[in-house]
């Protein structure tokens, strides 16, 4: 048990010197949000209308839970290739804590979510988003996405060990965060949404994450989202973890 | 089920004081097998602590691994390994020698604690792989079937980070981390990135970062498989130094020559049974007599000579399907060379080549099997 710490941070390490020296996957877990985040400000944005003044206000911290659930499906992605390069056997057979190799990998890639959400919010203040609520709530903010995006790569963790090649991985990942993040409110308000969808998009747990979040940067009021959030962050956790630690136990 | 009479024993004897090696030893003395006091010690009683390396040193077997009637299926239609016995001598380099599917693989993942085995039990260097696995872990080092180094960090980040996962320090981890790349001749691409190394770099690697915690039993799987054959030799002459120092080698291959130069023991496996164990020359000599081969230059000629020759086998000529190459295991020295040229002659059919030599493994395993070897 005295090693598992030292395990999980030798983990970590590994798995940030692996964002270090392949910057591509850096460029890509922020370049595509970037995109997005051109795009509906100066392409779509001109025609949504939100109610909550200027649209970058309102796209930004939606495009930041967008970028945190992108980057929890790297988490898969990473597994399947370990699992697939035999790199898990050779962990497996050290006497190092088993639970070491997921937690190193989830808690990688949630320190490079902070890196993301700092450098997305830097572009979005070259393109005139400004926190309208004090940087103490903006930090609660932040702490909410880092929560989200490390259920979220349990998720992808469980996804990951599960499927048989990272191509499968990676289309896999794209199956369920797909509509996931479109029918939300990250881009347009859920209430324009026809009735179906709506319905979807109003118990996501990406809307109820991206309203609390955007209530905590805008100074709107946060209602219920906090809680409908938290619960929905819980609940996958209590599903996903014991999930993919149980996947984690039964490759072979 | 009813409890051992040893079991009693034990218990009494722990009371007044007595620690498991002077048990171990007692019992031993009385006759008992020390795997069976081993085993009753760690099925039925409570483990004390450090009680494992106690049993560990009491050993008196000289069997680093041993395997008692393991069997493994995957799933109801596939079985792996089927009530597999064997020991493997402490400080011997073992190969397990078998087609692809024998199960050689199986076998080293349930000794390493990659699998459970369904039944039966394997304890490496004290440990059994199920109960003390963890333990076990640490005790050895394990080289799978593919190259296992992180490509996007350096050699010696590598080495340092399975160091440190074998709970070394961090200062002790760089410095054999150190040494294990000057000893594998890496020390020049130390600070690369392992994705700018080549194959025989990369196994080469793989092969230190097994190495790092000095383990007392390597397990290595098809270790020169894809190696060209100036690295192999290399290989084996690395394996061979490590066991000089006192290591002890199971590897598995499918090269029957690997196992006839390189181990001291060879355990011939097929779908999953042991066929055959010894020293090479034990196995050969169970082919008995000399093997005469037989080389042609009309492939359709091939089996009327190998009726020709047939009456001078101690078993039937076998007629290799793509070389052509008629084989037959024979007894009696060199003067069956004159007589089968002899024989050749008077039926006119022409011979390109043959030759009188001592069976190899191939001969064995074909002679085991039934089939030959890849």
Same mark, same amino acid.
């Given at each position: ?9 030798? &983990? ?25 985040? *051109?795009?509906?400000?100066?392409? =779509?944005?001109?025609? @949504?209308?939100?109610?909550? !003044? ?10 930041? /839970?967008?970028?945190?659930?992108? !980057? ?7 597994? &399947?290739?370990? %699992? ?11 006497? &190092? ?20 959400? %700092? *450098?997305?919010?830097? /572009? !979005?203040?070259?393109?005139? =988003? ?8 903006? *930090?609660?903010?932040?702490?909410? &996405? ?8 349990? %998720? ?6 599960? +499927? ?12 369920? %965060? ?9 881009? +347009? ?28 940067? *805008? ?11 938290? @619960? ?21 | ?21 002077? #048990? ?83 076998? #080293? ?12 039990? #394997? ?60 000893? $594998? ?33 390597? $397990? ?12 192999? $030799? ?70 009327? #000579? ?69």
């Amino acid at each position: 048990m005295s090693h598992t710490f030292s395990d999980i941070k030798v &983990m970590t390490k590994r798995n940030l010197l692996r964002h270090r020296r392949l910057p591509q996957l850096l460029v890509f877990s922020t370049i595509q949000p970037v995109m997005f985040l *051109l795009l509906f400000t100066y392409v =779509f944005g001109g025609a @949504i209308t939100t109610g909550a !003044g200027k649209y970058i206000n309102y796209l930004l911290p939606g495009i930041l /839970v967008q970028a945190v659930l992108f !980057g929890a499906m790297q988490t898969g992605i990473g597994l &399947m290739e370990d %699992v697939s390069k035999g790199m898990i056997d050779r962990f497996r057979s050290l006497p &190092m804590a088993r639970s070491a190799i997921l937690a190193g990998r989830t808690i990688a890639d949630m320190l490079r979510n902070i890196f993301v959400i %700092v *450098l997305m919010t830097a /572009v !979005g203040y070259l393109l005139g =988003f400004r926190i309208e609520h004090g940087f103490f709530n903006f *930090l609660i903010a932040v702490g909410m &996405m880092l929560t989200f995006g490390f259920a979220f790569s349990w %998720v992808s963790a469980t996804i990951g060990l599960a +499927v048989k090649n990272p191509e499968t991985a990676q289309v896999a990942g794209f199956i369920w %965060v797909f509509p996931l993040a479109f029918a939300s409110s990250i881009f +347009v308000p859920v209430a324009t949404m026809s009735k179906g969808i709506r319905v979807f998009a109003e118990y996501n747990p990406i809307t109820y994450t991206v309203n609390t979040v955007r209530a905590l940067a *805008l100074g709107l009021p946060v209602d219920n989202n906090i809680w409908f959030a938290l @619960i929905w962050i819980v609940a996958i956790m209590a599903i996903f973890v014991p999930l993919g630690i149980n996947k984690y136990r039964k490759i072979t | 089920m009813t409890a051992h009479p040893l079991i009693s024993y034990i218990n009494s004897a722990r009371e007044r004081g007595m620690t498991s090696k002077q #048990i171990t030893r007692a019992l031993t003395g009385a006759g008992w097998h020390v795997h069976d006091v081993m085993d009753i010690m760690l099925d039925h009683l409570p483990v004390r602590e450090g009680e494992s390396q106690i049993i560990h040193e009491s050993e008196t077997s000289d069997n680093i691994i041993s395997v008692r009637n393991v069997s493994k299926s995957y799933g109801p239609k596939i079985i792996a390994l089927d009530n597999i016995s064997l020991g493997v001598k402490r400080g011997s380099i073992t190969a397990l020698l078998g087609p692809n599917g024998a199960g050689k693989t199986t076998l #080293i993942r349930l000794m390493t604690t990659l699998l459970v085995p369904d039944s039966g039990a #394997i304890r490496v260097a004290g440990y059994d792989t199920v109960r003390q696995a963890q333990k076990l872990r640490g005790a050895i080092g394990l080289a799978g079937q593919y190259v296992a180094v992180d490509e996007t960090l350096t050699g010696q980040e590598n080495l340092e980070m399975v160091g440190r996962l074998y709970h070394l320090s961090p200062s002790e981890s760089a410095t054999r981390a150190k040494g294990l790349l000057l000893k $594998f001749d890496l020390q020049d691409a130390a600070d690369r990135p392992v994705k700018t190394y080549s194959g025989g770099m990369r196994r080469r690697l793989d092969l230190a970062a097994s190495l790092i915690a000095r383990p007392a039993v390597l $397990f290595l799987d098809e270790p020169t498989a894809g190696l060209d054959p100036r690295s192999r $030799f290399m290989l084996w002459q690395t394996i061979r130094e490590l066991v000089e120092q006192g290591t002890t080698v199971l590897l598995t291959t499918q090269y029957m020559e690997e196992a006839d130069q390189l181990a001291h023991h060879i355990i011939v496996i097929d779908h999953g049974h042991i066929i055959a164990q010894g020293t090479a020359d034990e196995l050969k000599r169970q082919v008995g007599g000399d093997i005469l081969e037989l080389h042609v230059s009309e492939r359709d000629k091939a089996h009327q #000579i190998a009726a020709l020759v047939s009456k001078y086998g101690i078993s039937e000529p076998r007629v290799n399907k793509e070389t052509g190459v008629i084989t037959v295991p024979v007894e009696g020295g060199a003067s069956i060379l004159v007589d089968v040229i002899r024989d050749a002659d008077a039926e006119d059919l022409k011979l390109l080549d043959i030759v009188l030599r001592r069976p190899s493994l191939d001969d064995v395993f074909l002679k085991l099997t039934g089939h030959t070897a890849i």
